[in-house]
C-alpha cells in the first residue's frame, strides 16, 4: 500500500523554519567571514494528490441507501405528480408505479421497496386487498392513500398492519415526511383524524374482542403510555405530558409493541380501541 502512494503523492520542498545569523537562502557564513554555499538537505512532505482526497464515508462504512418507494393509484396524473415531489429528495428514489392492486403486489415482490404509497379505491384489485397482501407477503410498509379522512377502508387498512394513512391533496413536504417516518418505522398518526376515524369505526366494524389479558403484562407505566398513544399523541407530546425523557417514551413504546406482539404503533391503537382498554370518544 505504502509503495502504491508514493507513486501517487508529489513531493513538495519547503526550506527549514530558520536560518543562521547572516545567512541567506544558498550561502553559508564560514569561520571567519568568508562566505560558503550551503548544503541543506531538503524537507519533503508528502501531499497527496486532490483525485486521492475524499469526503466519503470513512472506510468499512456503507453510504445511507435512499429510501425506495413503490406508487400504487389508478390515476397517470396522481402518480406523475408523487413522482416529481418525491424524486426532489436526496435520499428518496421511486423504483416503480402500479396503476391497480394486482400490479401493486407484482411490484410490492420483485422490487421490495421500502415503503408503498397505496390508494384505497383501485380497480382489478382495490388497495385494501393489496394492502393485506403485501403486509402479510413482503417487508415493505404501506402508506393508505385516500381522499377522505374518515373512510371505513382506511380503519381496516389500519387493523391489518398498514403503517398509516394520507390524504391525497396533503401538502408535498408533508408527503416527503410521512415516507421518510413510515420508512423509519414510525407509525403515521395525525391525532385529530386518527381520533375521529377510530371513533367512528371502532364498534362498526370491529372483530371479535381481543382478550384484555392480553394487556396484563404491560406495567402501570406502559398502560399510561398506550393510553396517551391510542390518543395519537407523538412521543414528545407523551413525554411532556408524563413528565419524563422522550427517550424513556421510546423505551415504552418499544416494549408496548414487543409484550402485544405488534408491528407498529398503528395496531397498538386500534388494538387499544378494540380490546376496550380506549373506549372512542373517551376525553382523557
Known sequence: MLSTLRDLVAPVVRLPDYLPAGASVGRGIRAGGRPVTMRMPPIVETRLPVSMISTSPAEGVPAARPTSVLIADDQRLVRAGFRVIL?????????GEAADGVQAIELARALAPDVV???IRMPTMDGLAAARQVISGT?????????????EYVYEALRMGASG????????????????????GNALIDPVITRRLISRFAHAVRP???????LSELTSRE???LRLVARGQTNAEIADELVVEESTVKTHVSRILLKLGLRDRVQAVVLAYECGFVVPDERL
Open 139 to 151: 417487508a415493505s410498509r404501506v402508506l393508505i392513500l385516500t381522499t377522505f379522512d374518515a373512510d
Open 117 to 119: 404509497l397505496m390508494d
Open 87 to 95: 424524486a426532489g429528495e436526496p435520499d428518496i428514489v421511486v423504483v
Open 208 to 214: 371479535p374482542s381481543v382478550q384484555p389479558g392480553q
Open 165 to 184: 394513512f394520507l390524504l391525497k391533496d396533503a401538502p408535498p413536504d408533508q408527503l416527503i415526511g410521512a415516507v421518510r417516518s413510515v420508512a423509519a
Open 223 to 225: 398502560l399510561d403510555v
